[in-house]
């Protein structure tokens, strides 16, 4: 395996380690390193141009998600509400109440509505009382709740732009249309999701069959393109299951990420990051490709004072936003192919 300018550090940063900081960013705010426009970093096959800041900030951002039409982009604020902008940075704004303790979110394919989980703690703020599963809509700002429970999600978007929710407490399956319905699958689809178990299993649509892919624990998963694949991640492992003879293959160049895959259209190449640290705290991250073919990582950015995390790519692969996870400032760059 070629490494392209891979910077050395003792440990990896674990999910564990990067769930801590990520609760306790205010102790890392520092003064982060902005990249004029003219900034570009060389990479394999591709390369970053115009990496630009889009917020300046006075407020915290961070994972970033591109709306499915390309034109706005969503970012959480720590777990504090969701704020809605366009690709440029420009009419920012709240769009959900900022007592909404947010976890987690997803666009629906008709780029209006947003699904989140919303977690309310007890008084003692480390017990959860309820778990939440909300939709916004982003023009005029009206909240409903589709679930509530003590247990986790799962969420999925069907081919139809329905919402897919497994409940882990209640083994359950659920199906919502974009008005907060029970709906149901009538045409041929297969949904792949986690189980209680964090196992990945897959259901097929409309018989409601579902098949166990792979048996152990796993992080995150996340299907490609032309769905015949998936990478997922273990601790300290990743692998890629191919759908359509079973094989399973462990990529070991991508042992110890954090996860976050982005399969670029061309199925070829992933966008990722590596965080480090030096065994207390993080001491760098950057944006990584990796070829599928080639088994070359590269780093996309290569910066000392920026922690470039969560990645997300456009909807036709060529922009990407991503966060610095000590500022919460977020950038946008366009990937351009040789």
Not at 1 to 22: E, H, N, P, Q, R
Not at 243 to 267: Q, R
């Amino acid at each position: 395996m070629k490494i392209v300018k891979f910077k050395s550090s003792s440990t990896f940063i674990t999910l564990g380690l990067i769930w801590l900081l990520f609760l306790t960013t205010d102790q890392m705010l520092m003064s982060g390193e902005i990249p004029s426009d003219k900034s570009v970093q060389n990479l394999n096959d591709y390369r970053l141009e115009n990496i630009r800041a889009i917020t300046d900030g006075k407020i915290k951002f961070l994972k970033p998600k591109w709306s499915p039409d390309g034109k706005k982009i969503a970012i959480s604020s720590g777990v504090q509400g969701i704020w809605l902008m366009d690709t440029n940075g420009n009419a920012q704004r709240n769009i959900i109440p900022k007592s909404d303790s947010v976890t987690d979110f997803l666009w629906l394919l008709d780029s209006k509505t947003i699904i989140y989980k919303q977690v309310e703690y007890k008084k003692e703020k480390s017990m959860v009382k309820n778990t939440y599963l909300k939709q916004v809509d982003i023009y005029n700002g009206n909240v409903e709740t589709l679930r509530t429970s003590l247990n986790r999600f799962d969420l999925r978007i069907t081919n139809d732009g329905n919402i897919f929710v497994r409940d882990i407490g209640r083994r359950s399956n659920e199906i919502f249309d974009t008005n907060g319905n029970i709906a149901n699958i009538a045409k041929k689809e297969k949904i792949y999701f986690r189980d209680e178990n964090r196992q990945l299993k897959s259901i097929q649509y409309p018989d409601r069959t579902e098949e166990l892919l792979y048996d152990k624990k796993i992080l995150d998963f996340k299907l490609n393109n032309k769905k015949n694949k998936i990478i997922f991640q273990e601790y300290g492992k990743t692998s890629l299951l191919n759908l359509a003879d079973g094989s399973l293959k462990e990529i070991t160049a991508l042992s110890k990420l954090a996860g976050y895959y982005y399969w670029l259209p061309d199925d070829i190449h992933l966008i990722t990051y590596i965080a480090l640290d030096d065994g207390h705290r993080l001491t760098e991250s950057d944006i990584y490709l990796f070829n599928m073919d080639t088994n070359i990582l590269t780093n996309m950015t290569s910066t000392q004072k920026i922690f470039e995390m969560y990645p997300d790519l456009s909807p036709d692969g060529k922009r990407i936003v991503y966060c610095d996870f000590r500022t919460g400032i977020v950038f946008t760059a366009d990937i351009i192919n040789y």
